[in-house]
């Protein structure tokens, strides 16, 4: 069946430093792919998504693009801020909506 | 009022209590959802609801009962629930259950089941 893996956390860096966390899915179709952001206290946010792939999605300075060739939909940000800490989810989309385990970001001015 | 809420925000009960999770969305969306967030664990979808219509029930013991009166509402009934259903309840709707569409979380309920 499908899934999808994330890296685990908590991940800790400095403010400007450069972010990737990883996020790989196995799918039976053409899923869709999604990161979502979960800040303290509330609920899921969709930060950016991609639905085929070589999609590039952006949002507030994240990147992450669909690779059908490596089954990847890292996300990337050139430079942290301290607002920036939260947990991500990456997510995949075919019949269902499948979720990885999050991975909490911290980042210390 | 706009967006996704839920009532109540925490919630604690005993295993023999009768208690219900409220869900309401304020964007006009046809699709509702619940999730169930625990540490650790991936994100699990439980119920899905479109157009009133229950179209998904990932394997929920009964437990747990869901109704959806009309397309803003969505609850969560619960009863004799057990220790390890512990966990944040999260509500979500959608413009229709289709995997393109973007899914608007509420806040959730943090629910403590002793």
């Known amino acids: ?109 | 009022e706009t967006g996704v809420t839920q009532t109540p925000r925490h919630l604690v009960m005993g295993m023999t209590n009768k208690k219900s999770l409220k869900c309401e969305q304020h964007l006009g969306h046809n699709a509702m959802y619940w999730y169930k967030q625990s540490a650790k664990k991936p994100l699990e979808l439980m119920f899905v609801y479109n157009f009133k219509e229950q179209t998904e029930n990932n394997s929920v013991p009964s437990r747990f009962s869901p109704e959806c009166p009309n397309s803003s509402h969505l609850f969560l009934h619960l009863h004799t629930l057990q220790p390890e259903d512990s966990a944040l309840y999260l509500c979500a709707s959608s413009r229709e259950r289709s995997s393109y569409n973007e899914q608007f979380f509420g806040p959730g309920t943090r629910l403590t089941v002793l």
């Open chain 1, 1 to 109: 069946g499908n899934s999808v893996t994330q890296m685990e956390g908590p991940v800790t860096l400095s403010e400007e430093a450069f972010l990737t966390i990883n996020c790989t899915y196995t799918a039976t179709g053409y899923p869709s792919l999604f990161w979502y952001v979960q800040y303290p206290g509330e609920g899921l946010q969709l930060l950016l998504k991609a639905t085929k792939a070589d999609d590039k999605g952006s949002n507030k300075g994240f990147e992450a693009t669909y690779r059908k060739e490596t089954t990847s939909f890292h996300l990337e940000k050139g430079s942290v801020q301290v607002s920036d800490s939260a947990v991500y989810f990456c997510a995949l989309r075919d019949d269902k909506i499948i979720f990885g385990k999050g991975t909490r970001l911290h980042i210390l001015p």
